[in-house]
């Protein structure tokens, strides 16, 4: 059997929290259903947009469990399984097959900053241990190591392994990765501070692994479209130039201080950052509902500001 087909637009889901701070599953379903609706391909439950490392692992399995039964449609559904090493890492992804997740995005463990070496045998021996179609993600800005393109190379012929997101400012790797021609979904972060979206995309991308679907989920999804056509290429990047503003503010601080904090303002089930993160502050916010009022979001999406 090859390897699923995953492309378009692969939502990170911000994590909602009701006001006593556990967590909130029909936030979740209203969220999923959101995203269902609007043309997302895939969600990424648990990454860290939806603050997974300040979540326990109870926490953790209980939200695999939960929504994996509110999945819509053709949506996929992965989640972040990444642990403390690789043991707890195959222990987490282990747990999401058993509920029935649709896959894993796993990163390096946090503070360690492996060797290359030995952050491709971490990838391999996770793949190994089950059949959980895997995403990697190279985020180098998070984790410390950097894969290179021969890295991910290697890495993309292992059969589990579907997906590559990439968060690292070096569109020549992208090239690379593409020319090698392997079968995997080639994906990119959504910051334009790295500047990888259009790149990717007029290299035969897969798509966009990205947070502004969050609030723009349609606009990603055009955005996210593999190039079949001329015309899909200019849909891209009209659209693209037409939310940039949205990009800048997402990124503006770190993530996923900005998306959350404008999910909560426009009346998604959003709920309080964890401490240490802090909502924005009001003239940063205000600026954002500025962009977002300005793209005509708030009507097309029947926002509550």
């Keep these: 059997m090859g390897k699923p087909n995953i492309e378009g637009s ?7 929290f ?24 895939a969600l990424l439950i648990m990454g860290s947009t939806g603050e997974v490392s300040m979540l326990s692992r109870e926490e953790r399995e209980q939200i695999i469990s939960e929504t994996v039964k509110f999945r819509k449609g053709d949506i ?38 492996p060797p290359v070496e030995d952050a491709i045998q971490y990838f391999l021996e996770v793949a190994d241990a089950g059949d959980l179609p ?14 290179p393109a021969e890295a991910i190379i290697r890495l993309a012929g292992h059969p589990n392994i579907v997906v590559d997101k990439e968060a690292m400012p070096r569109p020549a790797q992208i090239a690379k990765i593409a020319a090698a021609k392997k079968d995997i979904a080639l994906m990119c ?16 991308g897969s798509g966009t692994a990205n947070m502004t679907g969050n609030i723009a989920p349609q606009e990603m999804a055009v955005i996210s ?8 290429a200019e849909k891209c990047r009209d659209t693209y130039l037409k939310i940039l503003p949205l990009l800048e503010f997402h990124y503006a601080v770190v993530n996923p201080v900005p998306v959350k904090s404008i999910a909560r303002a426009l009346g998604l089930p959003s709920g309080e950052l964890r401490r240490p993160y802090r909502q924005m502050d009001a003239e940063a916010l205000k600026r954002g509902l500025e962009i977002v009022k300005g793209l005509g979001l708030v009507e097309k999406y029947g926002f509550k500001v």
């Design 10 to 16: 692969f939502v990170a889901l911000i994590t909602p």
């Design 18 to 41: 009701n006001d006593d701070g556990t967590v909130d599953f029909e936030g979740f379903r209203t969220l999923i259903d959101f995203q269902a609706s609007n043309g997302t391909s």
């Design 76 to 113: 996929r559904i992965f989640y972040g399984c990444t642990g403390t090493n690789t043991k707890d890492t195959i222990e987490r992804v282990r747990y999401a097959a058993g509920e029935g997740a649709d896959g894993a995005i796993i990163t390096l463990p946090s503070y360690i900053c």
């Design 134 to 147: 895997i995403g990697i993600y190279n985020n180098p800005s998070r984790v410390g190591t950097d894969l």
């Design 189 to 204: 972060c959504d910051s334009p501070n790295l500047g990888l979206v259009m790149p990717v995309m007029s290299l035969g």
């Design 225 to 232: 479209k593999p190039w079949r056509s001329f015309e899909d």
